[in-house]
């Protein structure tokens, strides 16, 4: 996933001392090389769990719509979330109230720049190892999905699963979802 900030520090200040994950590199933006781009993720950088911003000092914050990833969300352990609803609190960031979604539970919250974002607790446990910034009972484990808003979904559903490889994993609630290896995702 990549994103754009307007604010280098604050950017890093929520990502690294708010989440929890790992300043992995900072390195300029091949395509406009008097910018930033900032790498965040586990300890290794592994795939998965790396969530990118380019730095363009002053970018306002965008407009959620059709064609677009309209929230990240984050795996964590289950048992977790209201350890993270009062972390995030504790910091000014306000969150919405803990949901379910399929066999999951989200809590949804806005980076300082208005990016949205989600912490999924899974009902099915997430193997993969946390950065050890925070306690591992409750540590982001990487990415547990993107959430895309479409006008029509059926273009985006031959895609993911016709040239991706990604299989359909259900439906609820207007959302569709869509899979890659045997995460249980």
């Not at 929520?14 to 994950?21: Q, S």
């Not at 407009?63 to 977790?80: D, E, M, N, W, Y």
């Not at 979604?101 to 193997?127: I, K, N, Q, S, Y």
């Not at 273009?155 to 994993?169: D, Y």
Request: cysteine-free.
């Amino acid at each position: 996933m990549t994103a754009i900030t307007g604010d280098a520090q604050r950017n890093v200040d929520f990502y690294v001392g708010l989440l929890g994950l790992r300043l992995v590199k900072k390195t300029v933006n091949f395509d406009d090389p008097g910018s930033y781009h900032l790498y965040f993720g586990d300890e290794l950088g592994r795939p998965g769990s790396v969530m990118t911003f380019f730095v363009w000092p002053g970018a306002t914050g965008g407009l959620r719509g059709p064609g677009q990833v309209t929230a990240t969300a984050f795996s964590v352990p289950a048992g977790s979330l209201g350890w993270w609803a009062e972390r995030l609190t504790a910091a000014g960031v306000r969150t919405g109230a803990v949901t379910q979604r399929w066999a999951d539970e989200v809590l949804a919250f806005t980076d300082p720049e208005g990016l949205a974002l989600e912490l999924v607790a899974r009902a099915v446990p997430d193997p993969r190892e946390p950065w050890a910034a925070l306690p591992a009972e409750v540590a982001i484990r990487g990415f547990h999905s993107v959430t895309l808003s479409l006008v029509a979904s059926e273009p985006t559903a031959r895609l993911l699963t016709g040239t991706l490889g990604f299989r359909a994993a259900g439906e609820d609630a207007g959302r569709s979802r869509f899979a890659t290896g045997d995460a249980g995702g």
